[in-house]
């Protein structure tokens, strides 16, 4: 019997590294990103086409999205904020836009420096560009992704109806592909049972991402609970990199390696080689310049094979036979 | 609707402690094991009778036991590994008295220098002790913690026949408490849910506790899944504290804050006071003289409230009607 598919976006390079102090390197992004190429992913989120001046650690956007090796098979996705980042993003043929804005008022204020009405005629203009030049070139995608989705920092509790308000304002518009994002590790797995289900029963064409942050230790639990409610789509971030303003020095995104080996010892094929994927993932700490929180890379798979020590094999000689 | 119980057990003051290279002060143990009593577990593993040269971070282990005020309905076991160890902690009127082999023959000889067939004969004989003296004085519960019941380290897979073979072997012996141990961080949820499944359905009268370590990213599903197979007590040590030999610089046990956090959350009743919690666990970095993993102690609760930036208020004033 096959297993069961589910789809792996690696968004290290934009959710991550938009969030390192340091500036990394172009030349090392762009062979970062041709190794995670070689992984077996569904899609990368390369990078972002904000402005410069708002994330510098991107602010090589188009080099970057010129220059890696497009691996077929990979859809290489970009966070574009308004319509000149479309049209910067169109002109570097990309696969599929990712659009952002908040469920909560107050995160999108804090965060966009929006109002949600502001926000939702920003990204209406940016599907309408986008779905134009899609029509007469390459066609693009588009992706929204709904922030503070399960829990805002500042508000707290998110009602179930303030989401599905949103996906059905983006379905109206023809999006077709929606993330919903655990921003700040909020999520818990009855709560994301229960709204993925939902969702998925109310819009049943609409293709979900779910998108976690392991801030308080249940980004694993969370995706086995969204799985259990039909989702097969997963962000996740090489390393653990990433993080939650709120929560300083705590874990940031899901762990993509951690992710994979659950799910590939859950039964599940994801499509990504851990073994390409570990070593991708070692060159992380040289790149952000710091330790990152991946178990697995610490530990290794389940089954890394360690020897015993000497002494083993000397002891209990005359008791070979075990009761 | 009364909510389902689940048994916290903190194992901290021994499976963490005991991992420290520095000695925490008898004083400061004793100040945090009768801190760990206030907060509702149903026990606490408070030391290790083994031989101060073995686990010198221990060696107080007499004076831990005499000079801890203990809270009623809490109880208060400790680690025997042999009849000088039951001995000696009968003489400071223990609750439980908890008993460890390894399943894995590598394993056992690697962290016990005996055979699994020696481990069974002075276990054995530790029982009986435990067994007569109980019988004239207090009553002392006996547990017997099975390690590496998930995998070896040295060895790999780890059948489930062997387990249960050993838990069938302590249940002719009138024991009635078994500790089923993810020593290294082997265990995955499908995994979880089989083994305890066939533990509860073959020994309905044992009283079964799971033991993880979060080595690989896997401890919060695992409780999980022993949840759904009908499981309700748990180790986990504040902090996360404890390790893995075989991984260094790697999660140890299952975080206790995690844990109740997340349990919380789900609907169940840990007994667990979580304020009173966090406040012990943040003892702990000047205990131990290092880091801990705990992802609560650095994010706090999920509905932690943060403030809003003060510009918050000030966007979109004309525009405050929300689509």
Same mark, same amino acid.
């Given at each position: 019997?096959?297993?069961? $598919?589910?789809?792996?976006? *690696?968004? !290290?390079? +934009?959710?991550?590294?938009?969030?390192?102090?340091?500036?990394?390197?172009?030349?090392?992004?762009?062979?970062?990103?041709?190794?995670?190429?070689?992984?077996?992913?569904?899609?990368?989120?390369?990078?972002?086409?904000?402005?410069?001046?708002?994330?510098?650690?991107? +602010?090589?956007?188009?080099?970057? @999205? %010129?220059?890696?090796?497009?691996?077929?098979?990979?859809?290489?996705?970009?966070?574009?904020?308004?319509?000149?980042?479309?049209? +910067?993003?169109l002109?570097?043929g990309?696969?599929?836009?990712?659009?952002?804005?908040?469920? !909560?008022?107050?995160?999108?204020?804090?965060?966009?420096?929006?109002? /949600?009405?502001?926000?939702?005629?920003?990204?209406?203009?940016?599907?309408?560009?986008?779905?134009t030049r899609s029509s007469v070139s390459k066609r693009v995608?588009?992706?929204?992704?709904?922030?503070?989705?399960?829990?805002? =920092? @500042?508000?707290?509790?998110?009602?179930?109806?303030?989401?599905? $308000?949103?996906?059905? &304002?983006?379905?109206?518009?023809?999006?077709?592909?929606?993330?919903?994002?655990?921003?700040?590790?909020?999520?818990?797995?009855?709560?994301? /049972?229960?709204?993925?289900?939902?969702?998925?029963? #109310?819009?049943?064409?609409?293709?979900?991402?779910?998108?976690?942050? #392991?801030?308080?230790?249940?980004?694993?639990? #969370?995706?086995?609970?969204?799985?259990?409610?039909?989702? *097969?789509?997963?962000?996740?971030?090489?390393?653990?990199?990433?993080?939650? =303003?709120?929560?300083?020095?705590?874990?940031? &995104?899901?762990?993509?390696?951690?992710?994979? %080996?659950?799910?590939?010892?859950?039964?599940?094929?994801?499509?990504?080689?851990?073994?390409?994927?570990?070593?991708?993932?070692?060159?992380?700490?040289?790149?952000?310049?710091? *330790?990152? =929180?991946?178990?697995?890379?610490?530990?290794? %798979? /389940?089954?890394?094979? %360690? =020897?015993?020590?000497?002494?083993?094999?000397?002891?209990?000689?005359?008791? +070979?036979?075990?009761?």
């Open positions: 019997m096959a297993k069961p $598919r589910i789809y792996m976006h *690696d968004v !290290s390079p +934009r959710d991550g590294f938009q969030n390192e102090s340091i500036f990394i390197e172009t030349v090392d992004k762009i062979a970062f990103i041709n190794a995670l190429s070689q992984c077996g992913f569904a899609k990368i989120e390369a990078t972002s086409f904000t402005s410069p001046k708002a994330i510098p650690a991107l +602010r090589d956007a188009e080099d970057v @999205m %010129h220059e890696i090796v497009r691996a077929p098979g990979v859809e290489y996705t970009v966070l574009i904020p308004n319509v000149r980042g479309a049209e +910067r993003a002109a570097c990309i696969d599929e836009a990712n659009l952002v804005m908040s469920v !909560s008022e107050t995160h999108n204020r804090a965060n966009l420096r929006m109002t /949600r009405e502001q926000s939702l005629a920003q990204l209406g203009q940016v599907i309408e560009v986008l779905q995608a588009v992706n929204v992704s709904l922030s503070t989705g399960f829990g805002c =920092p @500042m508000e707290g509790e998110i009602a179930e109806s303030e989401i599905l $308000r949103l996906v059905d &304002n983006f379905a109206r518009q023809g999006v077709k592909r929606i993330s919903l994002c655990d921003t700040t590790g909020m999520a818990f797995p009855s709560q994301v /049972r229960k709204l993925c289900r939902k969702a998925k029963a #109310n819009y049943p064409e609409m293709t979900f991402t779910l998108h976690f942050h #392991n801030t308080r230790g249940l980004a694993q639990s #969370n995706v086995l609970a969204a799985i259990d409610a039909g989702i *097969d789509r997963f962000d996740a971030a090489l390393g653990g990199i990433g993080g939650c =303003p709120y929560a300083p020095g705590a874990s940031g &995104n899901a762990c993509t390696e951690e992710v994979v %080996h659950m799910l590939e010892l859950e039964g599940f094929d994801t499509g990504v080689d851990l073994t390409k994927l570990m070593a991708v993932s070692a060159m992380l700490p040289n790149l952000v310049q710091h *330790d990152v =929180p991946s178990q697995i890379l610490k530990a290794g %798979h /389940r089954l890394t094979a %360690h =020897p015993a020590p000497a002494y083993v094999q000397e002891i209990g000689q005359a008791q +070979r036979v075990v009761a």
